[in-house]
């Protein structure tokens, strides 16, 4: 945003200096905040907090009221990317939608990479076969790409509709980047920016980012309670980064989540997702891996704008994710 955050009106350069250290370091992120988060995190007032927020939104000018058919219409435009499983569709609405984050979030061998390589696929198809004719760019931060699961996972499909699809072509759409650190891995996504302006002109428009994992690096190189801040504003920026990415290019963005256990969880399965509320608020969909029985996987969605919460069984198999 061109407007800094001390040009708000009650907040000083030390206010700035704590909100940016708390993670809320542009004007949006202070207007989408709660007056209790932001008093906190700057020691200030509530009611100082609450005119805070109220002139951000005014700033960042996301008070502002548009009509529904306006919305409707550009609801139009999200394209829907077909997961390969009916009820994993029926639970998404249709499929994963674009111009969002889609957070995958589950312990190791859930099958949040499995998910991950099968959308690379799937999302090159025709709009036809649920596709939606794009290329893909990946973020690798714990080298789990592989190249040979995509092609087993394209002759699945080649088999799954009788067709003959060439896996070596699928490959040459898969842009893959292995991030080293987590500052490297947030310039990955201007660099991914430059690449999918490069695609569009050559017709082969990125309609899927993942980031595989988002929170590996972060959890390793922040540790200890001093660093959280820290840490929160660094992804802050990533996520931002990331949303802007999908509504540029109208494109799918699925990040893959590690999870923690709360011991605190009074009822219920105490596994959360990492990255704290910053996560939370910018993953538009949250969906929970579990392994079950064999192959079999549970995919719970956690969160959603727009959908109930539900539950869908899919099968890893060598073909991919299937029903
Ligand atoms: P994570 O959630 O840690 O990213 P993965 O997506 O890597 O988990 O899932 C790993 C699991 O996927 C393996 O334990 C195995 O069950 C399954 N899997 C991986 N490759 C294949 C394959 N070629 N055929 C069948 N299942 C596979
Ligand atoms: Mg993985």
């Known amino acids: 945003s061109e407007i800094a955050l001390d040009d708000l009106p009650g907040v000083g350069p030390a206010t ?12 949006e992120a202070v207007a989408v905040a709660s007056p209790a ?24 000018d996301i008070g502002g009221f548009e009509t529904g058919d306006i919305v409707l219409e550009r609801r139009k435009l999200v394209g829907k990317l077909t997961t390969g499983c009916t009820e994993f569709n029926e639970m998404m609405g249709g499929g994963i939608e674009s111009q969002a984050i889609t957070e995958l979030y589950g312990e190791f061998g859930s099958g949040k990479t499995q998910v991950a390589h099968q959308l690379a696929v799937n999302v090159q198809m025709d709009r036809e076969h649920g596709g939606l004719d794009g290329s893909v760019i990946i973020i690798d931060t714990e080298n789990t790409f592989r190249p040979e699961r995509i092609t087993q996972m394209v002759n699945g499909l080649s088999e799954k509709y009788g067709m003959e699809l060439n896996p070596e072509e699928f490959l040459q759409n898969i842009h ?15 660099s991914a920016t430059d690449l999918a302006n490069e695609l569009r002109e050559m017709g082969k428009p990125v309609r899927l980012l993942i980031v595989d994992s988002l929170m590996a690096h972060f959890r390793a190189e922040y540790v200890g309670r001093g660093t959280l ?5 660094k992804l802050n920026k990533h996520m931002h980064g990331l949303l802007r990415f999908g509504d540029l290019f109208n494109a799918c963005v699925v990040v893959t ?59 890893v198999t060598t073909a991919g994710i299937t029903d």
Request: hydrophobic fraction near 40%.
């Open 37 to 60: 988060e932001l008093a906190n995190t700057a020691e200030i007032g509530e009611s100082t907090a609450a005119k805070i927020i109220n002139a951000a939104r005014q700033a960042a």
């Open 229 to 233: 801040a820290d840490r929160q504003q």
């Open 257 to 315: 989540n590690q999870v923690m256990s709360k011991p605190d969880a009074f009822f219920g399965d105490p596994t959360r997702p990492v990255g704290g509320h910053i996560v939370g608020h910018t993953a538009t969909f949250r969906l929970y891996l579990r392994k079950s029985k064999g192959e079999k996987r549970i995919i719970r969605l956690v969160d959603s704008p727009n959908l109930p919460e539900g539950e869908a069984i899919v099968a």
């Open 16 to 27: 700035a200096e704590k909100l940016k250290e708390a993670g809320f370091n542009t004007i």
């Open 176 to 190: 893959v980047a292995r991030a080293y650190n987590s500052n490297h891995q947030i310039l990955l996504v201007d």
